[in-house]
C-alpha cells in the first residue's frame, strides 16, 4: 500500500462516504476499530480482514481500494458492491469534475 502523494479532492470525497456508510451502521461501528473487530467476528469468521491504518487511509483518501478489498469493503458495510462501486463513481467524478 503506497499513500498518494497528491491531493485528491475526489477520493476525500469518496473516503468521507466510506466513512459516513460505516457510522451509519449505527453504534457498535462508530470507531474504525470498532468496525473492523465487530465485521471480522460477524461477517469474516473472526479473520481480520482489513488493518485500522489501511481503512484510515480509505476514509481519509489517501489510498484507492483494490478490487478484492472493495468487494471485502461492500460486504463490510452491507451493501451491494455494484451499487456501492457506482456510488464511488459518481461521487468521484461529481467531485473532479
Given amino acids: 500500500m503506497v499513500e498518494r502523494k497528491r491531493y485528491d479532492p475526489g477520493l476525500v470525497r469518496v473516503g468521507e462516504l466510506i466513512t459516513q456508510k460505516r457510522k451509519a451502521l449505527g453504534d457498535p461501528y462508530n470507531t474504525r476499530e470498532k468496525f473492523i473487530a465487530q465485521t471480522s467476528k460477524d461477517i469474516f469468521g473472526g479473520k481480520e480482514w482489513v488493518s485500522v491504518r489501511h481503512l484510515a487511509n480509505l476514509e481519509l483518501g489517501k489510498n484507492w481500494i483494490s478490487i478484492e478489498?472493495?468487494?471485502?469493503?461492500?460486504?463490510?458495510?452491507?451493501?451491494?458492491?455494484v451499487s456501492l462501486f457506482k456510488e464511488f463513481i459518481d461521487t468521484y467524478r461529481n467531485e473532479n469534475g
Avoid: N, R, S, V
Wanted: glycine share 0%.
Fill in 69 to 81: 478489498k472493495f468487494i471485502i469493503l461492500a460486504d463490510a458495510l452491507q451493501q451491494e458492491p
